[in-house]
Protein backbone atom coordinates (compact mmCIF):
# COMPACT_ATOMS: atom_id res chain seq x y z
CA UNK A 1 0.00 0.00 0.00
CA UNK A 2 1.16 3.76 -1.01
CA UNK A 3 1.80 6.13 2.53
CA UNK A 4 2.89 9.42 2.73
CA UNK A 5 5.06 10.46 5.61
CA UNK A 6 5.26 14.02 6.76
CA UNK A 7 7.00 14.14 10.44
CA UNK A 8 7.04 18.58 10.82
CA UNK A 9 3.65 19.01 12.13
CA UNK A 10 4.74 22.91 12.33
CA UNK A 11 7.83 24.84 11.07
CA UNK A 12 8.87 28.37 11.40
CA UNK A 13 11.14 30.46 9.21
CA UNK A 14 12.26 33.78 8.75
CA UNK A 15 11.35 36.02 6.33
CA UNK A 16 13.61 35.54 3.34
CA UNK A 17 15.56 32.75 4.66
CA UNK A 18 15.13 29.17 3.12
CA UNK A 19 13.19 26.48 4.45
CA UNK A 20 12.72 22.72 3.45
CA UNK A 21 9.44 20.59 4.70
CA UNK A 22 10.15 17.17 4.75
CA UNK A 23 8.27 14.13 2.63
CA UNK A 24 9.18 10.44 2.56
CA UNK A 25 7.21 8.26 0.75
CA UNK A 26 6.68 4.48 0.55
CA UNK A 27 5.17 2.35 -2.49
CA UNK A 28 5.69 -0.60 -4.63
CA UNK A 29 5.39 0.72 -7.78
CA UNK A 30 8.09 1.82 -10.08
CA UNK A 31 5.64 4.35 -11.59
CA UNK A 32 4.53 7.12 -9.61
CA UNK A 33 4.21 10.85 -9.04
CA UNK A 34 4.79 13.35 -6.28
CA UNK A 35 3.34 16.69 -5.51
CA UNK A 36 3.18 19.35 -3.22
CA UNK A 37 0.21 21.92 -2.24
CA UNK A 38 -0.23 24.83 -0.36
CA UNK A 39 -3.33 25.14 1.99
CA UNK A 40 -3.64 28.81 2.93
CA UNK A 41 -5.89 29.54 6.00
CA UNK A 42 -8.51 30.59 3.15
CA UNK A 43 -8.76 26.64 2.53
CA UNK A 44 -8.12 26.32 -1.06
CA UNK A 45 -5.60 24.05 -2.31
CA UNK A 46 -2.66 25.30 -4.70
CA UNK A 47 -0.59 23.22 -6.84
CA UNK A 48 3.04 23.91 -6.20
CA UNK A 49 5.35 21.37 -7.73
CA UNK A 50 5.44 17.94 -9.39
CA UNK A 51 7.88 15.31 -10.00
CA UNK A 52 8.02 11.90 -11.53
CA UNK A 53 9.60 9.10 -10.73
CA UNK A 54 11.67 8.42 -13.38
CA UNK A 55 12.29 12.51 -13.86
CA UNK A 56 16.22 12.48 -13.73
CA UNK A 57 16.69 16.27 -12.74
CA UNK A 58 14.92 17.74 -9.16
CA UNK A 59 12.18 19.58 -10.51
CA UNK A 60 11.82 23.19 -9.64
CA UNK A 61 9.22 26.19 -9.79
CA UNK A 62 10.39 29.45 -9.16
CA UNK A 63 11.17 29.78 -5.70
CA UNK A 64 10.18 26.39 -5.19
CA UNK A 65 12.41 23.03 -5.32
CA UNK A 66 11.79 19.33 -5.04
CA UNK A 67 14.25 17.52 -3.54
CA UNK A 68 14.19 14.02 -5.01
CA UNK A 69 15.93 10.84 -3.63
CA UNK A 70 14.45 7.90 -5.06
CA UNK A 71 17.22 5.55 -2.75
CA UNK A 72 15.98 7.06 0.11
CA UNK A 73 11.85 7.35 -0.64
CA UNK A 74 11.76 10.94 0.11
CA UNK A 75 10.54 14.13 -1.71
CA UNK A 76 11.47 17.72 0.13
CA UNK A 77 9.95 20.64 -0.91
CA UNK A 78 12.54 23.59 -0.21
CA UNK A 79 11.74 27.19 -0.15
CA UNK A 80 14.12 29.64 -1.15
CA UNK A 81 13.80 33.47 -0.06
CA UNK A 82 10.54 32.71 2.32
CA UNK A 83 8.05 35.52 1.87
CA UNK A 84 5.02 35.98 4.41
CA UNK A 85 2.86 35.09 1.97
CA UNK A 86 4.32 31.26 2.26
CA UNK A 87 2.80 31.05 5.83
CA UNK A 88 0.16 28.11 4.95
CA UNK A 89 -0.25 24.20 5.30
CA UNK A 90 1.93 22.27 3.38
CA UNK A 91 0.91 18.68 1.62
CA UNK A 92 2.96 16.36 0.17
CA UNK A 93 1.45 13.56 -1.91
CA UNK A 94 2.00 10.70 -4.22
CA UNK A 95 -0.09 8.86 -6.87
CA UNK A 96 -0.47 5.98 -8.21
CA UNK A 97 1.14 4.46 -11.52
CA UNK A 98 -0.31 2.48 -13.99
CA UNK A 99 -4.21 2.81 -14.09
CA UNK A 100 -4.78 2.63 -9.80
CA UNK A 101 -5.59 6.43 -9.88
CA UNK A 102 -5.56 7.20 -6.40
CA UNK A 103 -3.63 10.43 -4.76
CA UNK A 104 -2.84 10.23 -1.15
CA UNK A 105 -1.87 12.68 1.24
CA UNK A 106 0.64 13.18 4.10
CA UNK A 107 -0.97 14.91 7.20
CA UNK A 108 0.69 18.54 6.15
CA UNK A 109 3.29 21.14 7.77
CA UNK A 110 2.17 24.10 8.96
CA UNK A 111 4.68 26.68 7.86
CA UNK A 112 5.19 30.13 10.03
CA UNK A 113 7.39 32.56 7.90
CA UNK A 114 8.25 35.50 10.91
CA UNK A 115 9.49 38.97 9.49
CA UNK B 1 -13.34 29.45 -15.58
CA UNK B 2 -15.78 27.57 -13.31
CA UNK B 3 -12.65 24.83 -12.93
CA UNK B 4 -13.88 22.03 -10.14
CA UNK B 5 -17.31 23.58 -8.86
CA UNK B 6 -18.68 21.92 -5.37
CA UNK B 7 -22.14 22.53 -4.17
CA UNK B 8 -22.91 23.05 -1.06
CA UNK B 9 -20.33 25.14 0.24
CA UNK B 10 -21.71 24.61 3.93
CA UNK B 11 -24.35 22.53 5.17
CA UNK B 12 -25.39 21.56 8.62
CA UNK B 13 -27.04 18.19 9.30
CA UNK B 14 -29.13 16.41 11.56
CA UNK B 15 -28.06 12.40 12.37
CA UNK B 16 -29.37 9.96 10.84
CA UNK B 17 -30.30 13.05 8.11
CA UNK B 18 -29.22 11.63 4.18
CA UNK B 19 -27.43 14.18 1.27
CA UNK B 20 -25.25 14.37 -1.33
CA UNK B 21 -22.43 16.45 -2.25
CA UNK B 22 -22.47 17.41 -5.77
CA UNK B 23 -19.06 18.06 -7.49
CA UNK B 24 -18.79 19.36 -11.30
CA UNK B 25 -15.63 19.61 -13.04
CA UNK B 26 -15.50 21.70 -17.38
CA UNK B 27 -12.08 20.62 -17.55
CA UNK B 28 -12.86 16.82 -19.18
CA UNK B 29 -10.79 15.31 -16.50
CA UNK B 30 -10.85 11.65 -16.29
CA UNK B 31 -9.69 11.17 -12.63
CA UNK B 32 -12.15 12.48 -10.03
CA UNK B 33 -11.41 12.19 -6.11
CA UNK B 34 -13.69 12.81 -2.50
CA UNK B 35 -11.54 13.66 0.08
CA UNK B 36 -12.71 14.54 3.81
CA UNK B 37 -9.92 16.91 6.00
CA UNK B 38 -9.88 17.16 9.67
CA UNK B 39 -7.85 18.70 12.10
CA UNK B 40 -4.24 16.86 12.02
CA UNK B 41 -5.35 14.27 9.62
CA UNK B 42 -4.09 15.58 6.18
CA UNK B 43 -6.83 14.97 3.35
CA UNK B 44 -8.24 11.01 3.46
CA UNK B 45 -9.20 9.79 0.18
CA UNK B 46 -12.86 8.73 0.50
CA UNK B 47 -13.50 7.85 -3.12
CA UNK B 48 -12.41 8.36 -6.27
CA UNK B 49 -13.06 7.71 -10.29
CA UNK B 50 -11.07 7.00 -13.03
CA UNK B 51 -13.79 7.60 -15.98
CA UNK B 52 -17.08 7.41 -16.03
CA UNK B 53 -19.35 5.10 -14.75
CA UNK B 54 -16.63 3.51 -12.76
CA UNK B 55 -15.38 4.04 -8.72
CA UNK B 56 -13.05 2.68 -6.40
CA UNK B 57 -12.69 2.89 -2.63
CA UNK B 58 -9.77 5.05 -0.82
CA UNK B 59 -8.44 4.94 2.61
CA UNK B 60 -12.04 5.69 4.47
CA UNK B 61 -15.08 4.68 2.17
CA UNK B 62 -17.28 3.50 4.80
CA UNK B 63 -20.15 5.13 5.40
CA UNK B 64 -20.33 7.22 2.24
CA UNK B 65 -21.36 6.01 -1.64
CA UNK B 66 -20.31 7.30 -5.03
CA UNK B 67 -21.33 7.67 -8.41
CA UNK B 68 -20.20 8.82 -11.76
CA UNK B 69 -22.77 8.83 -14.57
CA UNK B 70 -21.80 11.40 -16.40
CA UNK B 71 -17.63 12.47 -16.93
CA UNK B 72 -17.97 15.77 -15.53
CA UNK B 73 -19.53 15.15 -12.25
CA UNK B 74 -19.12 13.18 -9.31
CA UNK B 75 -21.50 12.76 -6.32
CA UNK B 76 -21.28 11.90 -2.93
CA UNK B 77 -23.74 10.50 -0.75
CA UNK B 78 -24.35 10.04 2.91
CA UNK B 79 -27.03 7.56 3.31
CA UNK B 80 -27.25 8.38 7.21
CA UNK B 81 -24.98 10.96 8.46
CA UNK B 82 -23.04 10.77 11.78
CA UNK B 83 -21.15 13.29 13.78
CA UNK B 84 -17.94 11.82 12.61
CA UNK B 85 -18.51 13.23 9.51
CA UNK B 86 -18.33 16.49 10.67
CA UNK B 87 -15.57 17.29 8.22
CA UNK B 88 -14.37 19.56 5.14
CA UNK B 89 -15.12 17.82 2.12
CA UNK B 90 -12.70 18.33 -1.04
CA UNK B 91 -13.19 17.05 -4.64
CA UNK B 92 -10.76 17.18 -6.92
CA UNK B 93 -10.46 16.33 -10.80
CA UNK B 94 -7.35 15.83 -13.26
CA UNK B 95 -6.90 14.73 -16.46
CA UNK B 96 -4.16 11.97 -15.66
CA UNK B 97 -2.85 11.60 -12.30
CA UNK B 98 0.17 10.11 -13.35
CA UNK B 99 2.03 13.65 -14.47
CA UNK B 100 -0.61 15.94 -13.85
CA UNK B 101 -1.77 18.19 -11.25
CA UNK B 102 -5.57 17.72 -9.85
CA UNK B 103 -7.64 20.71 -9.63
CA UNK B 104 -9.33 21.18 -6.34
CA UNK B 105 -13.21 22.90 -5.77
CA UNK B 106 -13.29 25.45 -2.50
CA UNK B 107 -14.00 22.77 -0.25
CA UNK B 108 -17.54 21.67 1.77
CA UNK B 109 -18.19 22.33 5.37
CA UNK B 110 -20.27 19.67 6.78
CA UNK B 111 -21.38 19.71 9.95
CA UNK B 112 -23.69 16.84 11.65
CA UNK B 113 -25.05 17.68 14.82
Known amino acids: AQKITQTQPGMFVQEKEAVTLDCTYD???????LFWYKQPSSGEMIFLIYQGSYDQQNATEGRYSLNFQKARKSANLVISASQLGDSAMYFCAMSGGGSQGNLIFGKGTKLSVKP | NAGVTQTPKFRVLKTGQSMTLLCAQDMNHEYMYWYRQDPGMGLRLIHYSVGEGTTAKGEVPDGYNVSRLKKQNFLLGLESAAPSQTSVYFCASSYDIGDTEAFFGQGTRLTVV
Open chain 1, 27 to 33: TSDPSYG
